[in-house]
């Protein structure tokens, strides 16, 4: 590589650097996050992820997400081993929660920009890659949780370097890392290696007739993998999740999914032309043609036709996979970036032949959302023109409050260490920030079924709890308490940010990148006998101004 090749590396790399570690600790975790946090800690105290720690709990599913030894089993464990080695190396906080998984973004990108160069052996299409994905705010969302989103990606590129290398006539590297990487997928999330497995099986179908000598190692790789994989189903009894399957929602979920990866991640646009590549690649190689010549002057490697049909199945397969379980949340694309850039500067790159159109195009992809807006009606009511990257640099620049960190502050400096809330919301969040017990009063029912939780059913009356919030923390309004008159305890407002539900999620278009400047009233009922009176600055009567500049700056 020349001088100016180093240089541009070097910038694409330090702004990663940048993107993914500034600030890391400003925001506190929201629900997913704290999840696999509090289960992290207790990996340090117990050896495994016990959800029950002997004050608080931590289930979504009334205990059914647990076995009988109160260990969680809902998901593997991986991302909960990576979270508790970091806390056992610097610490417990909020930044060091996150620490490892920016570690694997970063890594992610560098080993994406190694692939590429290593399948096209192209220098402006390996810089073009790793620029798309270094301009990529989904990448940086998603690699800036405390969640197994960095791995899933980390190990997508993994997949595609082991398959390339069976491609390459590598077959002990290329099983190796194969198996791996489905391994690595597997022990963080079943559905994406489901679909990353299917999409395998697509590819090697397709190129069997061709390539079967190279092939065949795969399934060696595969063998590995389920021999890897049995434990925990045995374990954890996963077959039990598959009552959670709704065949009515594959195809909404499916659509939902195709058009977040065209709005968030890749224009659908260029993913066709890339489409369209690829199927005039495969007429002339079968023409026997050696090589074919791209845009950019150089040859087109042979096995990179071979490894293009890897991308287009994946792309097709996955989200397949993806749309089976009930939720189609956009976090669950996260496996997908590296594949959808590698695409999207394949397309670019060899596709449009003049150079200045070609750079042109790719900033206009990496920098805008133009090519998203212009072409399908807006999904979400907040679609419009927009340059992603600006937005995503003032929001990690910028101090960031929200509604959790508001209750995060009244509990450490209002309530006592060890003393109970009662609330109808999970309080993961809470429970990895601060030192109180918390009871969800969802569980306290017969069953919730859509019912509103009353106040203090089954609750052993002569242990109430310390405080009660109407409402949880997250900003959901569903299964609220109802706000009434209770002996024995004083009713209060306090004023925190009227922050959006979900708005520190990996999802772009639910991320709130910026303090909201509204506030509202959250209403709480504190034991007049075992809790001190409220500090006036908190309750409601106070202005809004006052609150905030009271607390600014206050981390946790």
Known sequence: MNRNTWIILSLILLFAAFGLSWRLGDRLLWGDEAETANLAVNILKFGVP????????????????????????????????????????????????RLPFVVLGFVTLVLLGRLTHHVYENIELTLTVMFMCAMCVSFYLLSRQCRYHAVLMCAQV??????????????????IVLAIALIAQFYCNYV???????????????????HWRRLWPMGISFAVFGLAALPWLLYAQSVKQSNFIQINTILNNWLSFVLKMDWLIAPAIVMLLALGVLICREVRRRRNEPTVSDATGADYPLAASEFSVLIA?????????????????????????????????????YVVRWTWLRRALVLIVALTNVLSVVRFVAPEPNHGLDVP????????????????????????????????????????????????????????????????????????KKHPPDWIFIRGPSGHRTNQLQDEAMPGFARLEILVHATPADNSTAAPHLH???TTTEWEKFVIYRNLDTTRPVSDEWLADSTAEHRSQSHQGHRH
């Open 192 to 210: 994406i290696v489901a679909g990353n497995v299917a999409a395998l099986c697509v590819a090697g179908a397709i190129l069997l007739r061709w």
């Open 313 to 349: 199945s994946t792309i097709v397969v996955v989200p397949l996979f993806l749309s089976i379980p009930p939720f189609g949340h956009f976090r669950y694309l996260g496996a997908l970036v590296p594949v959808l850039m590698l695409a999207l500067g394949v397309s670019m790159c």
């Open 50 to 97: 016990v959800a029950d720690d002997g004050r608080n709990v931590i289930t979504l599913l009334n205990g059914n997400d647990l076995n009988e030894q109160k260990i969680w089993v809902w998901s593997p464990w991986l991302d909960e081993y990576i979270a508790a080695g970091s806390f056992w190396l610097f610490g417990k906080s909020t930044e060091t929660a």
């Open 512 to 514: 709130e990148f910026f």
């Open 389 to 460: 990257m600006v937005r995503f640099v003032r929001s990690i620049t910028t101090e960031y409050t929200d509604r959790v960190e508001d209750l995060v502050d009244f509990l450490n400096e209002q309530a006592e260490p060890g003393q109970m809330v009662y609330l109808p919301h999970p309080a993961f969040p809470l429970i990895f920030h601060t030192d109180q017990r918390y009871f969800d009063a969802r569980y306290h029912l017969s069953h919730i079924q859509g019912k509103t939780p009353k106040r203090f059913r089954a609750l052993d």
């Open 158 to 175: 993994g997949l595609l370097f082991g398959f390339h290398e069976l491609i390459r006539r590598r077959p002990v590297r290329g099983t």
